[in-house]
């Protein structure tokens, strides 16, 4: 089992940026692919990106492609997610979440293939 902490949430003007992490404790980070999602006000929770534990293998949502970046650092349990380029309709809550399986080669794109989450941070991009 692990647990995850997002922070870095906020309130941005559109086209600024902001970086989110996700600090995740537990023995098992290097081995697990990591995700985010969001969530915006009346929406169900969407994917936005991937990564696989190596970091080889990356996948994001359409709609953030080029202006979204992941990333992770095992040495200190992180995965890091960098907006660019923000829009109004990138506000929501950013979700943090594990995979269920280890060493899945495939960033895994599908809610259902994690199986532990954070508690959120809240992205704002005011126009």
């Known amino acids: 089992q692990v647990q995850l902490a997002e922070s870095g949430g906020g309130l941005v003007q559109a086209g600024g940026s902001l970086r989110v992490s996700c600090v995740v404790s537990?023995?098992?980070?290097?081995?697990?692919?990591m995700g985010w999602f969001r969530q915006a006000p009346g929406k169900e929770r969407e994917f936005v990106a991937a990564i696989s534990w190596s970091g080889y293998s990356v996948n994001y949502a359409d709609s953030v492609k080029g202006r979204f970046t992941i990333s992770r650092e095992n040495a200190v349990k992180t995965v890091y997610l960098q907006l660019n380029s923000l829009k109004v309709e990138d506000t929501a809550i950013y979700y943090c979440a594990a995979d269920r399986a280890e060493f899945r080669h495939i960033a895994p794109m599908t809610a259902v293939d994690f199986g532990s989450w954070g508690q959120g941070t809240q992205v704002t991009v005011s126009s």
């Open positions: 537990g023995r098992t980070f290097s081995r697990l692919a």
